[in-house]
């Protein structure tokens, strides 16, 4: 594993900076505190290809590494972590399942715009919808179901804690296709908003990342084309867990950022800040623990960096990606 970042990896980061900087810190606190998703900062996110950044030139995306994709995320994440959770979710779940288990007729009609991050001029973004009131992250235990009517699927049920669930145009939704099969009676469909049944629920009350729009998402009796179900019947649990260990890179780089900017502010507060005739960072209950700080820090940023690079280079990377995110 190389720890040298190359010219473009430094390019990105800059780039991800100015823009947090520039376009996400302005109204921060005020958005968080007003539950006011960014639309903006995301519009403007996707005109600079931070939506798709790892997907295809072909398919509309920026073509860049896992590696990149992890600096920028940091670096907004410093800043609003509301923001790269929206880009972290496009990213790393919807535009990665697409690419990597989607038909070119599917990847040609929700890829393209949602790498591009806009469709028509508007903002276009996905959700991943797996959760359920009993269900976390447990893709054995869905309840969703969507019964197979000939010419369609029909699908019913209830999802929760979806990020993006009311902003994003199209839904990545694992469902059971025969329950009677277990994990391999799992499978997972393309559903657009905007479809008959599809019902948007309340937005979630959080304690932090507040400008993300989280709600519950309800089915009624909604038609899913035959040629919206990726892969094969039963291949759900296998797409939800490998669609998660890239998505882990994505939060655990989030979490990075957070703790990053809270040092960052810290350290300033630290050396501005003045009691006993000096700043309190040459005191050393201050200095112990801003040490302590910077050092969980690089650690967690090299575990970032080192499941990214093993993305990059087709290792399995699960494992790292766990252990980046815890």
Partial sequence: MNLQLTEEHLMIQQAARDFARNECLPGVIERDEKMQF????LEKLADLGFLGMMVSPDYGGAGLDTVSYVLAMEEISKIDASVSVCMSVNNSLVCYGLEAYGTE???????????QGKKDGALYTGAFLLSEPEAGSDATSQRTTAEDKGDHFLLNGTKNWITNGGSASVYLVIAQTDPSKGHKGISVFIVEKSWPGVVVGGKENKLGIRASDTHTILFNDVKVPKENMIGELGFGFKFAMSTLSGGRIGIASQALGIASGAYELSLKYSKERKAFGTEIANHQAIAFKLADMATRIEASRLLCLKAAFEKDQKKDYTLSASMAKV
């Fill in 105 to 115: 007729e599917q990847k040609q009609a929700y890829l393209v715009p949602l790498a």
């Fill in 38 to 41: 960014p639309r903006e900062q």
